[in-house]
């Protein structure tokens, strides 16, 4: 089996990195250790959700998704972060650059589906499911993927999408620096009897940052909760009942949006922070959370995957149309050069934010209160700082 370039994961950055590699008349193999499954209904408003910041929402636009991914959205146009001894606080709005919104909140199983829908619809596009990688080998111009049970797949380019967890970094020798958090992000989704308003809002406790994003079910207000919490405190959170779990939230969010109460499940997942020392080795390269992790503080993990794939697909694009071959070390050098730092700076700035946040040493909170005052005063260093979130 041949294709020009294989990718590993059919989460939302594979399924989004083999969309704007067909829209490049680029012939893709997607492989995940899953099948495919049909997301409908209620279904599509479930699950985890991911803030897509106004950079994702062009790409999604530039593949001609965006109609059938926005009626599942729910927009914000102020983000409010502050920390619970109402010391610190800083306030963004979208009209401070002549937006009309930073973002939106909407779910994973969203996203795939439409991706799904339109990738499964062009020739280019071929998926095997359940599939075991045994192997991984280089032939000379090409890469091999044997796989357990089934025909081995030869390709120009391996693109790892495949998570914190990937098996392509690890059997293609990718290196990274990875530390656990000691942390769990909670997430559910919640109502309130007061209006969300629109405002993604952000507060920092001594036990971990909670997000709460406004995310509604049909024509029904619904808030998107984020909670990362210490693990020993996670393990008794998670043990309530619903209304002392609402009640415990509504304490550590000072009440902002009124009485909560739950609706549905409560889930939650490790949090870690990993970065790959060099996005590729040979012809395999990672993208996504398989070559960064962040922290879900402001959002950014999944709008980074997204820059990610296309970076990537433009400069495989730009190789293709020179008649090079998409998978040397020029085309994968250039991607890391590009993506790196720029990946790197977002992580370093959410470690920032972190830190400064959740520190009790007084000094700490004495400049870190000064510099969210005059960051929140001085118009261009606010700008700035919202230029970065929302990928503008």
């Not at 950055?13 to 997301?39: F, H």
Request: proline content about 1%; charged content about 25%; some cysteine.
């Amino acid at each position: 089996l041949k294709s020009e370039v294989t990718i590993v994961g059919a989460g939302v950055v594979g399924m989004t990195m083999a969309a704007l590699l067909i829209k490049q008349n680029v012939s893709v193999c997607l492989i995940d250790k899953k099948e495919i499954r049909v997301i409908q209904g209620d279904n599509l408003f479930s699950g985890r959700t991911a803030a897509l910041n106004i950079y994702s929402e062009n790409i999604f636009r530039e593949l001609n998704l965006w109609n059938e991914i926005e009626r599942f959205t729910t927009n914000f146009n102020e983000i409010i972060a502050w920390d619970k001894s109402g010391s610190s606080k800083i306030n963004f709005k979208a009209s401070e650059l002549d937006l009309k919104n930073l973002g939106y909140v909407v779910s994973n199983n969203a996203l795939i589906q439409a991706l799904i829908k339109q990738n499964l619809s062009n020739d280019l596009f071929n998926f095997i499911g359940e599939v075991i990688i045994k192997d991984i080998k280089e032939e000379d111009d090409l890469i091999s993927i044997e796989l357990e049970g089934k025909e081995a797949i030869h390709s120009n380019l391996l693109i790892g999408a495949d998570g914190g967890l990937s098996i392509v970094r690890e059997k293609s020798n990718i290196k990274s620096t990875k530390w656990s958090y000691n942390q769990k992000a909670i997430i559910a989704n919640i109502s309130a009897d007061r209006e969300h308003g629109n405002i993604a809002r952000q507060v920092f406790t001594k036990t971990g940052p909670i997000a709460l994003l406004p995310f509604n079910y049909k024509n029904k207000e619904r808030i998107s909760l984020v909670w990362s919490i210490d693990d020993d405190t996670a393990e008794k959170v998670m043990c309530l009942s619903s209304n002392d779990f609402c009640g415990l939230l509504q304490s550590n969010t000072e009440g902002i949006l009124g009485k909560l109460k739950l609706e549905g499940e409560i889930n939650s997942f490790p949090l870690n922070q990993l970065h790959a020392d060099k996005y590729f080795n040979g012809r395999s390269v990672v993208i996504g959370d398989a070559a960064h992790t962040i922290h879900p503080l402001a959002g950014q993990g999944l709008n980074l995957g997204i820059g990610d794939a296309e970076e990537l697909s433009r400069l495989i694009s730009l190789a293709k149309r020179k008649a090079k071959n998409i998978g040397s070390e020029e085309v994968l050098q250039q991607f890391h050069n590009n993506r790196f730092f720029k990946n790197l700076k977002m992580m370093g700035l959410m470690e920032l934010f972190k830190k400064g946040f959740q520190s009790s040493n007084p000094w700490l909170k004495l400049g870190r209160n000064y510099i969210f005052q005059e960051a929140d005063k001085i118009e261009s260093l606010k700008k700035r700082l919202i230029r970065e979130a929302v990928g503008i």
